[in-house]
């Protein structure tokens, strides 16, 4: 029988003072009815890794996320999160591809949506400032999200996801509807808060360019297993185009391409 176990640090923590999280899989597959999408994957992360996931559609890396946030239960084997039996909000927070703020709300409130543990509106609304600030919108607290660009949608969804300080961070193609450039800023941007706050991040990414910029670790699922895991073992911050990073993005597209054509 499947098991979940979800955890985080007993205490609360104050704001971004954030843990990297362990993350631990053994065997763990999925089915929907007849169709097996991820098969007895194994997997041990250490706190504070950068893991992308990469792999071509239908691959398994969103349901991977999904098991991983609790959306979704495994058909067989078990997720482990930290080292203690906790509350699994208080470990793991969601980024999507989509910003999903709600329109009806302003920035402060959307970003105040992901807290748990605030007591008052005061604290609230300071906790969310300070996400804001993190992210480069400190000021823009009482817009409205339609007045914002994609990239400040992104930002504002990304700092709802780092205001409860998760141990845990999944990203889920979440600069993928962004331009080129804009892109890039995110990209600096989650790197940064990253180093910064020391949470463990996973996320699921079609640029290998993009794991190789962001990532400490590289999987590529194909058909539901890990058919890949590349350290990228690069100083920070990384340039892009340079010769080490194009060899591990060959690499990577090479076993994808190769798996195309076969």
């Known amino acids: 029988m499947a098991t979940t176990v979800f955890d985080a640090s007993a205490q609360a923590m104050p704001p971004f ?20 999408v991820l ?19 239908g691959c398994g890396k969103s349901t991977l ?22 509350d699994r909000n208080r470990a793991v927070r969601l980024m999507f591809q989509e910003p999903r703020l709600l329109p009806w709300q302003r920035v402060a409130a959307n970003v105040s949506v992901g807290l748990r543990h605030a007591q008052t509106r005061r604290e609230r609304r300071t906790l969310a400032e300070d996400a804001l600030l993190q992210v480069g919108l400190a000021g823009r607290e009482r817009h409205w999200p339609l007045v914002l660009s994609g990239g400040q949608k992104q930002r504002v969804a990304l700092a709802r996801a780092l205001v409860s300080d998760p141990g845990l961070l999944l990203l889920d193609e979440p ?11 995110m990209q600096d941007l989650i ?13 699921v990414t079609h640029d290998v360019g993009e794991a190789v910029a962001l990532a400490d670790r590289i999987l590529l699922l194909e058909q539901g297993r890990i058919a890949l895991d590349i350290e990228v073992d690069l100083p920070r911050p990384r340039h892009r185009g340079d010769a080490a990073a194009a060899d591990i993005e060959g690499r990577v597209l090479d076993r994808l391409l190769r798996r195309q054509r076969g």
């Open 17 to 36: 003072t954030a843990r990297g999280a362990t993350v631990t899989l053994r065997g763990v597959s999925k089915a929907f009815g007849t169709h097996h």
């Open 39 to 57: 098969h007895g994957i194994d997997l041990d992360i250490p706190p504070r890794e950068f893991v992308a996931v990469v792999g071509r559609s």
């Open 65 to 86: 996320l999904r098991l991983l946030a609790g959306l979704d239960e495994p058909t067989a084997g078990s997720i482990a999160i930290g080292e203690r039996r906790e």
């Open 175 to 185: 600069l993928g509807a962004l331009d080129a450039l804009t892109r890039i800023e």
């Open 191 to 203: 790197e940064s808060v990253w180093l910064d706050k020391s949470f463990t991040a996973i996320m």
